[in-house]
């Protein structure tokens, strides 16, 4: 029988984290042991962590005295895995039924994939849910090599992080997440899974996501997103020159050039809404990261926009959505 180590980290989430860790030992198939580490929550993180390892013998609680920060607790949760495989699981998500046992099926029938990843449910601050299908595939799932995947993920991280499922041998291989990227050490994760391995994708939902205004990853959508395009580019860099010799260059132009596009696409927008500063920024990044990136579809819609003016533009774009 399989096993899975899963490392629930836990920040002012108190409320989230029961739901979490009930999902993963509910889980049919593998083994599981479940991971809590609170990391100094003001919350009553620590009553509900106490509980669920009094009560169950598969959950380890550890409770940092002061907080340490998320990437430093991950990788204190990666460190302690020694199952087949790990799932790093936040306490506001929550595993679907069936999920562990899909993961592992397809990584045990393919020793050659690195991590499993899937579809999505996202759970949003409303109530209302939507689907996230980052991959297409005609089959239940998929397995894409390792380049395959890179040209894929571009300069985008598609990769739903409550749905990876890791060869903890692979994990650790390639060591932990990476103190210089706190919001886009995921991304930079992946990409250097993927240089290990081939990637599995499953079509089934693996589990639900929840959007609320607490999410750690709205502090770089502000300006635009020009936070978060700043970071994907440093975990880009950092990725692209740790596997300089092992990655075709080829890849490195096309993430650039996508990451680009995105900035692009996000400034037109900062440009229709009167938000020139983030305009302005965004364009300076886009040109700076990948200067290629001028001549693409998503430049050329924003000229277009712009040689129109806001107020002609405004009329053209009503026009159309009647």
């Known amino acids: 029988m399989s096993s899975v180590d899963v490392i629930v980290p836990c920040y002012r989430y108190g409320h989230f984290l029961k739901e979490c860790v009930d999902s993963v030992l509910a889980q049919s198939g593998p083994s599981v042991r479940v991971l809590i580490i609170d990391d100094a929550s003001p919350d009553n993180t620590r009553e509900v962590a106490t509980q669920l390892a009094r009560h169950e013998s598969r959950v380890t609680f550890l ?3 002061s907080n340490k920060g998320h990437i430093a607790t991950y990788n204190e949760g990666l460190e302690w895995a020694a199952a087949d495989y790990l799932l790093l699981l936040s306490a506001d998500d929550y595993l679907l039924p069936g999920a562990l046992s899909r993961a592992a099926a397809l990584m045990n029938a393919h020793l050659e994939v690195s991590f499993t990843f899937g579809a999505a449910a996202i759970l949003h601050s409303d109530g209302s849910t939507s689907l996230d299908l980052t991959l297409r595939c005609s ?39 990476c103190f210089e990227l706190p919001h886009a050490g995921d991304l930079e994760m992946w990409l250097r899974l993927a240089a290990h391995g081939s990637v599995g994708y499953i079509k089934t939902p693996q589990a639900v996501r929840r959007r609320h205004p607490t999410n750690m990853c709205l502090a770089y959508t ?5 936070g978060d395009c700043e970071q994907r580019e440093a975990a880009l ?8 010799d092992q ?15 995105d900035a692009i696409d996000n400034a037109s927008a900062a440009w229709e809404e009167g938000r020139m500063r983030d305009f302005e920024q965004l364009i300076d990044f886009a040109i700076r990261n990948c200067p290629e990136a001028t001549q693409s579809l998503q430049w050329a819609k924003l000229s277009l926009k712009r040689s129109l003016g806001v107020p002609i533009y405004g009329r053209l774009r009503s026009l159309l959505g009647r």
Do not use: E
């Not at 395959?148 to 991280?157: D, E, H, I, V, Y």
């Open 139 to 177: 089959g239940a799932s998929t397995i894409l090599k390792g380049h395959k995947f890179l040209a894929r993920m571009g300069g985008r991280n598609v990769v739903t992080t409550p749905t990876a499922v890791v060869r903890t041998k692979i994990q650790k291989q390639v060591g932990g997440y």
């Open 237 to 244: 860099h950092s990725f692209f020159s740790r596997y300089r």
């Open 247 to 261: 990655i075709p260059r080829r890849l490195r132009r096309r993430a650039a050039y996508q990451l680009s596009c």
């Open 222 to 226: 502000a300006n635009g997103g020009l």
């Open 63 to 65: 409770r940092h005295t």
